[in-house]
């Protein structure tokens, strides 16, 4: 209980700093999914779409149901 995973993809572009792409909680019976700041970066650290926000925007949640997979949710 209580234990902390860092969760990584190598789908994105390597983290800044400590920034991870999320956090997984071990609550004992259940886990804790924390996702971080995701902006519209490909995994070459590529701005995406850049006169596009609807298409960043898009880009964004894509990048967050990656993160969430890989935790397993």
Do not use: C, P, R
């Not at 860092?6 to 997984?24: N, R, T």
């Not at 019976?29 to 995701?38: A, D, E, K, P, V």
């Amino acid at each position: 209980k209580g234990m902390k995973e860092k969760i990584v993809s190598s789908d994105f572009a390597e983290k800044m700093g400590a920034y991870s792409h999320g956090y997984k909680i071990d609550l004992g019976n259940s886990w804790l999914i924390y996702t971080t700041g995701q902006i519209a970066l490909d995994k070459d650290g590529n701005v995406v779409h850049a006169d596009d926000i609807e298409k960043q925007t898009e880009f964004v949640f894509e990048s967050l149901q990656k993160i969430l997979n890989e935790a397993g949710a």
